[in-house]
């Protein structure tokens, strides 16, 4: 599986963001998908995760009523919208394949997209 991450940049706090990742294979409708980042000198956590139907979704609290995950199906694509974006979310962004039933065990990762934003 291959997943395609893209959308990230440098904006200032306050500022706005959309991140995108596109899977390479029709399985992507059959499973979770999740955002995760990881800032310098910290471990990788959880942001926010859709369920394959998208009727459930989740968010870390950092980033709640801020963020919002959602999914595309017919495009293999699931989306981060950032608003009001601040200076602790730089970080490198990775979207993630979950496995089933959970919303912190991935199946496959893909490749990082840098969000810096500026104070």
């Known amino acids: 599986v291959q997943l395609q991450a893209s959308g990230g940049g440098l904006v200032q706090a306050g500022d706005s963001l959309r991140l995108s990742c596109a899977a390479s294979i029709r399985t992507f409708v059959s499973a979770g998908m999740a955002w995760f980042r990881q800032a310098p000198g910290k471990e990788r956590e959880f942001v926010a995760g859709v369920s394959r139907d998208t009727v459930s979704t989740r968010y870390t609290d950092s980033v709640k009523d801020r963020f919002t995950i959602s999914r595309d199906n017919a495009k293999n694509t699931v989306y981060l919208q950032m608003i009001n974006l601040k200076p602790e979310d730089t970080a490198v962004h990775y979207c993630?394949?979950?496995?089933?039933?959970?919303?912190?065990?991935?199946?496959?990762w893909g490749q990082g997209t840098e969000v810096t934003v500026s104070s």
């Open positions: 993630a394949i979950l496995q089933y039933a959970s919303w912190s065990r991935v199946a496959s």
